[in-house]
């Protein structure tokens, strides 16, 4: 029951710092000039990106470099495979002769 209540404090703080996050983000793209897609494609990626770093810091600090590594290798997997079944979804994607017999084969190695 107490980790039940632990879990739901915890995403109670990671929406409220999300929202914090998106918002600093908004203020700083504001004060500077900076299109909104810019901020976006940095300050919310590095925002999203930071729970993974400290999983992976804390792991390997603590001698667990096989959460590291699973960590690293199901992110990416995750995160490309998500954002390219979403994009196949909305619009069909064409892929060159080139990037499946030379670019996909390097990139998965």
């Known amino acids: 029951m107490i980790s039940l209540i632990i879990l739901l404090i915890g995403v109670v703080f990671l929406v409220l710092g999300a929202n914090s996050l998106v918002d600093g983000a908004?203020?700083?793209?504001?004060?500077?000039?900076?299109?909104?897609i810019v901020i976006g494609l940095t300050i919310v990626a590095f925002?999203?990106?930071?729970?993974?770093?400290?999983?992976n810091v804390i792991s390997a600090l603590n001698g667990k470099s096989a959460i590291t590594l699973g960590n690293v290798i199901g992110s990416n997997v995750i995160n490309i495979l998500v954002i390219?079944?979403?994009?196949?979804?909305?619009?069909?994607?064409?892929?060159a002769r080139n990037t499946v017999k030379f670019e996909i084969p390097?990139?998965?190695?």
């Open 26 to 36: 908004s203020v700083i793209a504001k004060r500077f000039n900076i299109p909104n």
């Open 47 to 55: 925002g999203t990106s930071a729970p993974e770093l400290v999983v």
């Open 84 to 95: 390219l079944g979403i994009t196949a979804i909305i619009y069909p994607l064409t892929v």
């Open 106 to 109: 390097i990139a998965l190695f």
